[in-house]
């Protein structure tokens, strides 16, 4: 070997050692508690999530972290907990996690609102894909096939949980006529995995129409392109919602009867809304990421039933 080849080998070893270095810090510091903690202003008066789409301004309200409290999960700027987050708070807002009332929830895998709308006194059946459908999420933590992997004994007691939560499985683009009768429903990132996106507009439909009372409230939340409203993923195991979509969608519903809360595009406010995750992503941040070639956020909807 000549000793220019000895030199660009002797470089190449160097830099490979560097990058390994820098791996290393960078992982010690986003998996430690070196991560930025909002400051959250307890006079905040501004109305916590009054736009659909995660944005970073939510992150801020200290009801964020009030709810982040209850479910015993530390505060991260990660979308899917912004959807927990969104769930739990338009359930309050309609005063329907109480004592009495009965709650179904579509594609659960691992989650942690069973065992804590349970412990505030609702009764929850909580369902997730049959398994020739559900294989295909195995070995992660977005798929349940019983109640072991929904108790979390910090939330709720096993007694009660035990008497308040069952589980069923339930193919979403076919609801089974025993789910009915429900107070209230929820899904979190799970209809845009139905094969298209006709497909997942079908399922939030007959969610409400199927298996919710008059007045019974529905919150889903989704896949939202802020990378384009032409293009998209329509079909295939994933599908991205455009604004165009969700829009035709609480068309279809208010056309049906029922009452679909405003949807508004939050703005971008913060320098995190700017921050995009990419392909490994590193979940810190995670508000925003990269999906193939598109920006991807999450996005909810918030519906009442009427009559149909």
Known sequence: MDSVSENIQFLLEKIN???????????????????????????NNNDFMKCFTCSASDFFHPKFNEICNKLKIPFGFHRKLWEWVFIIHHLEKNNILQEGKKGLVFGVGTERLPSLFANMGASIVATDAPPEIGDAWKGGDQFSENLSGLYFKDLVDYQNFER????????????????????????????EH????????????????????????????????????????ETGHTVIYRRRDIEELVNRLERRGHSVQSFVIAPDSHPLDFHVDI??????????????????????????????
């Open 17 to 43: 050692l560097l990058e390994l270095k820098i791996n290393k810090i960078q992982s010690s510091f986003l998996s430690s508690n070196y991560l930025p903690q909002p400051p959250f202003n307890e006079n």
């Open 164 to 191: 308040r939560v069952s589980y069923k499985t339930c193919d979403m683009n076919n609801i089974d006529e025993e789910f009915i009768n429900f107070d209230f429903n929820w899904s979190s990132c799970c209809f």
């Open 194 to 233: 139905l094969g298209s996106l006709e497909n997942g507009m079908n399922f939030v439909i007959n969610s409400v129409e199927k298996t919710l009372k008059q007045n019974g409230i529905a919150v889903h939340t989704t896949e939202f392109n802020l990378s384009s409203n032409n293009e998209t993923l």
């Open 279 to 308: 392909p490994p992503y590193i979940h810190a941040p995670h508000i925003r990421l990269m999906y193939e070639k598109y920006i991807v956020t999450s996005v909810g909807l918030v519906i009442k039933r009427g009559r149909v």
